[in-house]
Nanobody, 126 residues
Framework: QVQLVESGGGLVQAGDSLRLSCAVS????????MRWFRQAPGKEREFVAG????????DYTNSVKGRFTISRDNAKNTVYLQMNSLKPEDTAVYYC???????????????????WGKGTLVTVSS
């Protein structure tokens, strides 16, 4: 069983930065492609960013390109989401997801999610 635990959320002002972390335990982390999703109040969950198992390939939804960076440290079993220039519309619960079949260059953004974390809340005030 794989467990994903997100951390790093909080209340910030527009223009600020946050770094989210997702610690993974239970299986070899390095074999999983990782993704971040978010769900704003009253909206569907949406893809934010993804990274391949080795960190070589990344993908971002258009609204965060140039502001967010996904990265991973396989030695620490952790994936990160650095969020800069935050906007009120970034307010959401952010979830990390693991999938062995996921690679940004090979499959769709919603393909093959094996495990979800429980999420961390990011609130951006104007």
């Amino acid at each position: 069983q794989v467990q994903l635990v997100e951390s790093g959320g909080g209340l910030v002002q527009a223009g600020d930065s946050l770094r989210l972390s997702c610690a993974v335990s239970g299986r070899p982390f390095s074999s999983y492609g990782m993704r971040w999703f978010r769900q704003a109040p009253g909206k569907e969950r949406e893809f934010v960013a993804g990274i391949s198992f080795n960190g070589y390939n990344t993908d971002y939804t258009n609204s965060v390109k140039g502001r967010f960076t996904i990265s991973r440290d396989n030695a620490k079993n952790t994936v990160y989401l650095q969020m800069n220039s935050l906007k009120p519309e970034d307010t959401a619960v952010y979830y990390c997801a693991a999938g062995r079949a996921y690679d940004p260059n090979r499959v769709g953004r919603n393909y093959g999610i094996d495990y979800w974390g429980k999420g961390t809340l990011v609130t951006v005030s104007s």
